[in-house]
């Protein structure tokens, strides 16, 4: 875990290195990005709450008021379902929600983002989309113990214990990722497993693509 001088050091560093590929994406323009002139990952299709009709929390969120440090990528351990249509994808947003505040008495989706087995993207805890467009702050989750409240929880539909997940939902995993990077400063080596830090078989095989996952990332920040 990095200390906050270290991790200060590397987003500064960070800005840096960006700002030296902006004069060819200003073009681009997309006004979407907090960083501005150093944005050069398009935002990919995320779902808002409202879009998939979540429940509203039960209690009062914590907002972070600095940025996350590190990425964390979860599997459902739900079934690998064969729909991979936006309609699936927004309806597994709402199992989830039930769950984890139904089952796990917690008061929202536990994890900020959701991507579907179709490559769908929603958000999962109410807040983390504007928290993820704006840059500058954290919707606390509880999707992984000691790494809540400075960490991006990305959950990906499915059980991967056996099976590789989807071509469509890696490829929005890479995309999600590279721009939740990009948004927070974050360096693509801070892309970590559920089970760097908490004792899970969570998330399966996705970890032993932990590192092409972190180099393709690499290629688009
Ligand atoms: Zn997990």
Redesign the pocket.
């Given at each position: 875990m990095p200390t906050p001088d270290f991790a200060m050091n590397r987003r500064t560093l960070l800005r840096g290195t960006a700002a030296l590929g902006a004069g060819a994406l200003l073009a681009a323009g997309a006004p979407w990005h907090a960083t501005g002139a150093g944005a050069a990952v398009d935002q990919p299709d995320i779902a808002s709450c409202d879009a998939w009709n979540a429940r509203p929390p039960s209690g009062a969120l914590t907002i972070i008021n600095s940025k996350p440090n590190k990425i964390?990528v979860?599997?459902t351990?739900l079934a690998n379902s064969t729909d991979y249509s936006q309609a699936h994808a927004f309806q597994d947003a709402r199992d989830i929600q039930n769950l984890h505040m139904d089952t796990n008495g917690w008061v929202d989706t536990g994890q900020q983002f959701t991507i579907s087995r179709g490559g769908w993207i929603t958000e999962g805890r109410h807040g983390s989309l504007y928290a993820l467009l704006h840059g500058q702050t954290l919707v606390q989750g509880a999707?992984?113990v000691g790494q809540n409240n400075q960490s991006v929880g990305i959950?990906n539909e499915g059980t991967y214990l056996s099976v590789q997940p989807p071509t469509a939902l890696w490829n929005s995993l890479i995309a999600m990722c590279a721009f939740s990077c990009q948004q927070y400063g974050i360096a693509a080596t801070e892309i970590y497993g559920?089970?760097d830090f908490?004792n899970?078989q969570?998330?399966g095989l996705i970890h032993d693509r932990l590192p092409e996952l972190r180099t393709s990332v690499a290629g688009l920040i």
């Open positions: 964390i979860h599997h351990a999707q992984c959950e559920h089970n908490n899970t969570c998330p």
